[in-house]
T-cell receptor
Framework: LAKTTQPISMDSYEGQEVNITCSHNNIATNDYITWYQQFPSQGPRFIIQGYKTKVTNEVASLFIPADRKSSTLSLPRVSLSDTAVYYC???????????????FGKGTHLIIQP | DTAVSQTPKYLVTQMGNDKSIKCEQN?????MYWYKQDSKKFLKIMFS???????INETVPNRFSPKSPDKAHLNLHINSLELGDSAVYFC??????????????FGPGTRLTVL
């Protein structure tokens, strides 16, 4: 079972770049790394997914080193509305692969201050 | 149009009662899930269905029984409700993607309170 470790909470300020790192030492060859965002009283929302190196979309970047034992979600120029819980998941994500890629854990509570 | 919808949004009931939560997705996805998020915000998978077949059942008491009448629906029935069942229940769905991990789309959640 690929487990992930994230900081429980982080603080930052508006306009800053925020990096949240996730450790996944037991990542398997077929596993992808996926990040979700959850606002209070809402369901999680997909942010970004990657397998290796770097992935970028309109919301965030995901940096994955060569050994893939960790990954870093980078949020550029955060705003107050980025205050949320961020979850890192590792797995092949297919139900046939079991619950590995469906374990959200407790996530990282990011608090953005003015 | 809401992609993944759940009803009801709030559910307050007494211990020992039986209740159901309904979930529907209009995304044409093959896979649907139920998650439980407790008061400590830990989000845990309960069930996963693929094309109406149960794929994952993660150490959930037998009092919880998912039912999938068709690909677009996955309902959760809970018998003999207990205080510890109080939580937010999320439904989600995803498509099967070759060479990738499935992006899940979540419903708004159902807050269940057992008194």
């Amino acid at each position: 079972l690929a487990k992930t470790t994230q900081p429980i909470s982080m603080d930052s300020y508006e306009g800053q770049e925020v990096n949240i790192t996730c450790s996944h030492n037991n990542i398997a060859t077929n596993d992808y790394i996926t990040w979700y965002q959850q606002f209070p009283s809402q369901g999680p929302r997909f942010i970004i997914q990657g397998y290796k190196t770097k992935v970028t979309n309109e919301v965030a970047s995901l940096f994955i080193p060569a050994d893939r034992k960790s990954s870093t979600l980078s949020l550029p120029r955060v705003s107050l509305s980025d205050t949320a819980v961020y979850y890192c998941l590792v797995g092949d994500g297919n139900s046939g692969g079991g619950a590995d890629g469906l374990t959200f854990g407790k996530g990282t509570h990011l608090i953005i201050q003015p | 149009d809401t992609a993944v919808s759940q009803t009801p949004k709030y559910l307050v009931t007494q211990m020992g009662n039986d209740k159901s939560i309904k979930c529907e997705q209009n995304l044409g996805h093959d896979t649907m899930y139920w998650y439980k998020q407790d008061s400590k915000k830990f989000l845990k998978i309960m069930f996963s269905y693929n094309n109406k077949e149960l794929i994952i059942n993660e150490t959930v008491p037998n009092r919880f029984s998912p039912k999938s009448p068709d690909k677009a629906h996955l309902n959760l029935h809970i018998n003999s409700l207990e205080l510890g069942d109080s939580a937010v229940y999320f439904c989600a769905s995803s498509a099967i993607v070759a060479g990738g991990s499935n992006e899940q789309f979540f419903g708004p959640g159902t807050r269940l309170t057992v008194l």
